[in-house]
Each structure stands twice: as C-alpha cells, then as structure tokens.
T-cell receptor, first 111, second 112 residues
C-alpha cells in the first residue's frame, strides 16, 4: 500500500524567506502527484499537478519537482508571504485511481 | 472556473441517525469520489464511482455507507446509522480524467 510522508510537519518562517516542503512516497508506480493547500476548516485547493512523465511544474512563486525513482517531490515557495500560511498536502495517485495523501506540512509565515 | 459544490457545509446529527451529503460535480466530469478527513488526520479515500457504479472502495466504506447518482447531476454519500467516529470533513471530488481531480470545499459532519 502506498505511504506518503511529509516533512516537516510544521514550519514557521519570517516573511520573504524561500522555503522547501518535502514529500516522499513508497511506491514509485504513480500516475500523478498533486500539491494542495488547505486553510483551517476549509477544502482542498489544487496548487500544482505533476504528471508522471514530468519532472517539475511552476505556477507563480511555486515550483514543484518530482523524482519518481527516488519517491520524492518538493514544493518550493519563493518570497513567502503571510497569506501563504496554510497546510500544504501532497497526494499521489497510482494504480486503482486512488489518491493517497500525506499528513501535510503546516506553514506559518510571520509578518 | 468550474467548481465542485457540496452541501451542507456543516451538519450536526445524533448518533444512529441517517445522513446524506450532497455533491454537484463539474458537469462534464465522469469520475466521482468521496474522501474524508478526521480532524488532525490524513485525507482518506472512501469510494470512487464511474459509469453509474462503484469502481473502487476502501475498507472504511462498509455497509453503513452508500453512494448514488440519483439524477445525473448530484452525487450523494449516505451514512445509514451514524457513529461518533464518523465525525469528519467529507470531501467530494470529480474528474474528467480518472487521475486529475477537482475537490469541493467539504461537508463537516459532527455526530453527537
């Protein structure tokens, strides 16, 4: 069964810093990897989707990379802002079309 | 941008009562899913639905749960007799392709 782990569980940084969130997964046979943002008590907002044939995707200040062979993905956030404070979830989808989610990284950006 | 809409946003119910959570997927999508997130825990897969039938379900999705697409637009999750441990946020998702999903904002279920 696919296991998805996210490190760190929580991160607090001053505004303006660049930061990296890590995601690892145990089964490299995946179709896609997707990064989501979740605000407290709210739903899931898709940030970036990386297909298995891709190595990275960029959207604004966000860049996500995927290394299937090592079972890792990173989400890079440039020039962090207080509005970036949220929980960031990594999810992989493999055979059976199930999404497997990590427990998330709770990010706090301090003004 | 098209959205997945879920109702109610929050429901409080007594243990043993039946609950129906509703979802309106994106109109041209073919794949439908329910996930849940118990407070402080991971988002967990419950069930996927395609071509008017369940295609996959997890061990969580026992006989107390059922899904239906009653009218070609709504997609519902029914919990027949709620338990305290069913308290969670329930997310509906839909996809035009099987592995690219859009999630709704969730329905919070509180069982007392």
């Amino acid at each position: 069964k696919q296991e998805v782990t996210q490190i760190p569980a929580a991160l607090s940084v001053p505004e303006g810093e660049n930061l990296v969130l890590n995601c690892s997964f145990t089964d490299s046979a995946i179709y896609n990897l997707q990064w989501f943002r979740q605000d407290p008590g709210k739903g899931l907002t898709s940030l970036l989707l990386i297909q298995s044939s891709q190595r990275e995707q960029t959207s604004g200040r966000l860049n996500a990379s995927l290394d299937k062979s090592s079972g890792r993905s990173t989400l890079y956030i440039a020039a962090s802002q207080p509005g970036d404070s949220a929980t960031y979830l990594c999810a992989v989808i493999g055979t059976g079309n199930q999404f497997y989610f990590g427990t998330g990284t709770s990010l706090t950006v301090i003004p | 941008e098209p959205e997945v809409t879920q109702t109610p946003s929050h429901q409080v119910t007594q243990m043993g009562q039946e609950v129906i959570l509703r979802c309106v997927p994106i109109s041209n999508h073919l794949y439908f899913y329910w996930y849940r997130q118990i407070l402080g825990q991971k988002v967990e897969f419950l069930v996927s639905f395609y071509n008017n039938e369940i295609s996959e379900k997890s061990e969580i999705f026992d006989d107390q749960f059922s899904v239906e697409r009653p009218d070609g637009s709504n997609f519902t999750l029914k919990i027949r007799s709620t338990k305290l441990e069913d308290s969670a946020m329930y997310f509906c998702a839909s996809g035009g392709e099987a592995n690219v999903l859009t999630f709704g904002a969730g329905s919070r279920l509180t069982v007392l």
